[in-house]
């Protein structure tokens, strides 16, 4: 996996190199960022979720073993975050995201690289069932401990400004009716997505912080545990309880295995969470990823030598 996984590492660190570069261009990264997840990321989930084949017993097995796990770690996170009384509103959202939200940006980037095309389908998938929840429980999270008055016309305002659950949604929507794409607008749609997978990666890097002032070492590692190998260690679970098809509990355990989204980030500092703890536990669970990922599908027995 190592070589099939180093391209991504290699555009994560030119990422980290432009941002603490001598003179980058001012506002590069925030007008990358604020690209990346309003227009190109949107127009690469649309597509891939409007052009999926969507097989009834795998989407069955699949919504299980997403939400089921999911809400076991959500649930262990806020007993925990009930008795750290002295803990913070905005550290207690970025724990909720750092604990749930996959990097779409590092899955689809190492499916495309190292899985036969059924199990990409099938991660792909997986992340289409997934984006909407977890994006829901990082809106609800981020609204609850904003300090602001918390309604359900605000939080169903939040989810619709979402352009995350926007175009998942959507694309879902599209995939429905069974109607083709227009080539041209497909073909436009797969160039933005194209895109966004490599700015993804680059704000990746951008983002990633290598200081200790100000960290929540417990917080962190909690988080990291829960979200890397609490979360996978429950999928897996899932998957021999249900005896679910081998590729199938690939595609669910590699989905479990990712680290935080980046785009937590900027959620987390539009919406009034900690940015700081975020970044920190975007950086931290990259990095860990490098040895976690690999070791949770070697325990699956994936080959990764095609």
Request: hydrophobic fraction near 55%; aromatic fraction near 8%.
């Amino acid at each position: 996996m190592l070589a099939s996984t180093i391209p991504i590492f290699l555009i994560i660190a030119l990422g980290v190199w432009i941002k603490r570069s001598p003179h980058p261009p001012e506002g590069l990264f925030p007008a990358l960022e604020w690209f990346s997840f309003y227009v190109a990321f949107p127009a690469l989930l649309f597509l891939n979720t409007a052009q999926l084949t969507i097989d009834a017993s795998a989407l069955e097995s699949l919504t299980l073993l997403v939400t089921l796990p999911m809400a076991a770690v959500l649930l262990l996170c806020l007993l925990g975050l009930r008795i750290a009384r002295q803990f913070p509103d905005p550290a207690r959202s970025s724990v909720i995201q750092g604990a749930t939200r996959p990097s779409t940006y590092f899955g689809l980037a190492v499916a495309g690289l190292v899985f036969t095309d059924h199990i990409a389908g099938l991660i792909m998938l997986t992340l289409a069932i997934a984006l909407p929840l977890v994006n829901v429980v990082a809106v609800v999270a981020l609204s609850w401990w904003s300090g602001k008055k918390v309604t359900a016309r605000s939080v169903l305002r939040n989810l619709v400004r979402n352009p995350i659950i926007v175009a998942t949604v959507a694309g879902a929507l599209y995939n429905a009716t069974d109607l083709p794409i227009w080539t041209p607008l497909a073909t436009a749609l797969g160039i933005l997505g194209n895109v966004a997978l490599g700015l993804g990666l680059l704000c990746v890097g951008g983002g990633l912080v290598f200081r200790l002032e100000g960290a929540r070492p417990v917080a962190i590692l909690v988080t990291n545990t829960m979200k890397l190998m609490v979360l996978p260690a429950l999928t897996w679970l899932l998957c021999q309880l249900l005896n679910v098809e081998p590729s199938t509990t690939i595609a669910a355990c590699f989905y479990a295995s990712l680290p935080t989204a980046p785009n937590a980030y900027i959620m987390a500092r539009q919406m009034g969470g900690d940015a700081r703890l975020m970044a920190t536990l975007i950086t931290t669970q990259t990095l860990l990823t490098i040895i976690s990922l690999p070791l949770w599908m070697m325990w699956l027995g994936v080959d990764f030598t095609r």
